[in-house]
């Protein structure tokens, strides 16, 4: 099993930054994928951005490019997501998501390719 636990979310003005953690528990390959997801309410989920674990590689949706990076520490089992140029629609709720490489690059994100949730972080962008 594996267990993901994010934190980090919050408040901030539009412009500001924010980091997500996720630490990541439980037999995960070095091949898995992992991801941050996120849902507004009334909204479906949005693939945010990806990573693969093989080698690196990173995916980003268009609402996020030049925004948001995702990084991976596997040294200590932590995925990040460091959000710079937040805006009121960035508002959400923020999930990590893990599977292993049982789909092709180009369903990065599709929600229903990922078995491992967490519970999620709310970032919210007010002035």
């Known amino acids: 099993q594996v267990q993901l636990v994010e934190s980090g979310g919050g408040s901030v003005q539009p412009g500001g930054s924010l980091r997500l953690s996720c630490a990541i528990s439980g037999n995960t390959g070095s091949r898995y994928w992992m991801a941050w997801f996120r849902q507004a309410p009334g909204k479906e989920r949005e693939g945010v951005a990806a990573i693969a674990r093989a080698d690196g590689t990173t995916y980003y949706s268009d609402s996020v490019k030049d925004r948001f990076t995702i990084s991976l520490d596997n040294a200590n089992n932590t995925l990040f997501l460091q959000m710079n140029s937040l805006k009121p629609e960035d508002t959400a709720m923020y999930y990590c998501?893990?599977?292993?490489?049982?789909?092709?690059?180009?369903?990065?994100?599709?929600?229903?390719?990922?078995?491992?949730w967490g519970q999620g972080t709310q970032v919210t962008v007010s002035s």
């Open positions: 998501v893990a599977n292993p490489p049982t789909f092709p690059p180009r369903r990065w994100s599709a929600p229903r390719v990922y078995n491992y």
